[in-house]
């Protein structure tokens, strides 16, 4: 299986901060990778995929970038509402692995 | 639009078993696989397999072979995920999943409200 390793786990910041968040394939997975917000008694929302597209209806303070093993979900000009946790996911393969995880608090 | 809409809260004592269900509504049903995916408190997400309701045909990840087993009823739109042998382990957020495209990327674009099973004695 493909292990996704997401670095920070956790991250403070404020409201109008830029964040970025990486995201480590353990194997070439060109640009199949996606990213997810979480928020607690919700479903996951996708934010991008293929490692750059946003999807439809998400701000454009979200970007992504990278290809390969090496990817950053950025944040530009944070809003009350974009702190949560974010996931990214692998789909190179079947089995469409998960990062553990980047919560982001409120400093 | 698209819906899936899951059956409510389940808590089952170690070793037993547990059926999810996820009706699907707003598509062709058998035009779209189905994904189950789980989350541990505390944990990522984790891809526990897929079928493809048109054929039957699944993909399981390796943990879940043995213990899973994903079907689909195509007359009712509904797609079930049956966990046998629960340990506490298993206490989760159950998710149904369908897939979205663009071109060769394929994301999880509608999820299910999510179905929290809890395993305690």
């Known amino acids: 299986d493909i292990q996704m390793t997401q670095s920070p786990s956790s991250l403070s910041a404020s409201v109008g901060d830029r964040v970025t968040i990486t995201c480590r394939a353990s194997q070439n997975i060109s640009s199949h990778l996606n990213w997810y917000q979480y928020k607690p008694g919700k479903a996951p929302k996708i934010l991008i995929y293929g490692a750059a597209t946003l999807q439809s209806g998400v701000p454009s303070r979200f970007s992504g970038s990278g290809s390969g093993t090496d990817f950053t979900l950025t944040v530009n000009s944070l809003q009350p509402e974009d702190f949560a946790t974010y996931y990214c996911q692998q789909s190179y393969s079947t089995h469409k692995t998960f990062g553990q995880g980047t919560k982001l608090e409120m400093k | 639009q698209v819906q899936l809409v899951q059956s409510g809260a389940e808590v089952k004592k170690p070793g037993a078993s547990v059926k999810v269900s996820c009706k699907a509504a707003?598509?062709?049903?058998?035009?779209?696989?189905i994904t189950w995916v789980r989350q541990a408190p505390g944990q990522g997400p984790e891809w526990m397999g897929w079928?493809?309701?048109?054929?039957?045909?699944?993909y399981y990840a390796q943990k879940f072979q043995v213990r899973a087993t994903m079907t689909t009823d195509t007359s009712t739109s509904t797609a079930y995920m049956e966990l046998t042998g629960l340990t506490s382990d298993d206490t989760a957020i159950y998710y149904c999943?369908?897939?979205?495209?663009?071109?060769?990327?394929?994301?999880?674009?509608?999820w299910g409200q999510g179905t929290l099973v809890t395993v305690s004695s």
């Open positions: 079928i493809n309701p048109y054929n039957g045909v699944t």
């Open positions: 707003g598509y062709t049903f058998s035009s779209y696989g």
């Open positions: 999943v369908r897939e979205g495209s663009s071109g060769p990327h394929i994301y999880f674009q509608y």
